[in-house]
């Protein structure tokens, strides 16, 4: 991965380090707007959760689909500002609220959503050079939470589980970033319903599917974990999001039809959204659960796997809406030498360690740089409020 990304991950994840302040928690600010777009969200939210890859949505963009877009957009800032990012802090690489208070900590009490579950992840590999948790030690990474409110569920037409995810914060993130060669994802999905391994199923490795190194490390490796009892067991951000999804599907097995998993996160974390969204939709898939949507919107999202990961995506239904900042670095790497826009030759060339493919479809932000108040700043350009910011003038940018 190139040291420019490498830089940009470190420096501009953090929503604080250019001094920008978000203007994009009330998306929609004409007197009766967000009721009236409400009232018709929930007829077409299948469209605006990409059943038709948001076809004729884009261009203009639907008021509709940048509202919802931008309030997913806000779930994933959750993940930045709710965390301890302060090195000499008891609780660094935790987040600072409980589940339970995390929404109202964050100005959100009127979401509709309750958080089930924190994610957590061994992102470490070096940690000891750099006076950092120790190697089986593991940092707050995202959150799952459901929508419970019935009258935001009856505005977005059904319940909606949402996945956010965290960008780069740590040292040993930034590193794992730099694990920009692929590998083989072996993941398998166990099919629930006849208590056997899915024979279509079992090792994604098996079709060719292979991931960048360092987002899979982050994903699948394990840390030490306490439960509420004392005991103590191996998990993994992988195990802690399975079994969470687990339970939520029998919890609401009887609402599998007005069912949706929306996966968000920014730069690193929206690399493990996608990442994690493909996982979980395999798993859905291999237990017959393949009518919910699962759906990702993603925020400068890095390149995360080969041309068969690309392929695999597209095949099982998941669908993805990845949003780029024109002048942002990041969305082009890793990949910069073999990828998806060289035609017939990046096919060719596919076997090599470092070609990438890029995956779902692509929303392309910032065209008018006049949106921007400092259009040659790296960091600034790859920042998650800059993104609210230019989403929420995109019509206007376009013309």
Known sequence: MSSTFSMTLLQADSSTDCNITSQTNSPLTKDGEQESQSQNLCDMWRDIQGAHNWNGLLDPMDPILKAEVLRYGNLAKVCYDAFDGESSSIHYGQCKYTKTSLFDKMGMSECGYRATKYIYANTNVLASLFGENAKDKAVWLGFIAVCESEKEIRRLGRRD???????????????????????????????????????????????????????????????????????????SARGLLISEIRRLLNVYKNEIVNLSITFTGHSLGAALATLSAYDVKKLLNANCYNIIPVIVFS???????????????????????????????????????????????????????????????????????SFLLHPNCVAYLHNLDVYLRLLDGYNEDNN
């Not at 995810?165 to 694990?179: F, K, N, V």
């Not at 899915?198 to 974990?225: K, M, P, Q, W």
């Not at 910069?336 to 096919?347: A, C, D, P, Q, W």
Request: glycine residues 8%; aromatic residues 12%; proline residues 3%.
């Open 299 to 369: 925020f400068a999202s890095p390149r995360v796997g080969n041309v068969s990961f690309a392929k695999n995506v597209e095949d099982i239904g998941l669908k993805v809406l990845r949003l780029v900042n024109k002048g942002d670095v990041v969305p082009k790497v890793p990949g910069v030498f073999v990828n998806e826009k060289m035609g017939y030759l990046s096919r060719w060339l596919s076997w090599l360690p470092w070609a990438y493919f890029h995956v779902g479809v692509e929303l392309c932000l910032g065209k008018n740089s």
């Open 161 to 235: 589980i949402v996945v956010a995810w965290r960008g780069t914060q740590t040292t040993q993130e930034w590193i794992q970033d730099l694990r920009d060669f692929l590998i083989p994802a072996r993941l398998s999905y166990k099919c629930e319903r006849t208590s056997k391994e899915h024979e279509a199923a079992t090792a994604i490795a098996n079709d060719g599917v292979r991931i960048e190194s360092g987002f899979l490390s982050c994903y699948t490796s394990t840390f030490s974990h306490e439960d509420s009892k004392g005991k103590s067991f191996n998990k």
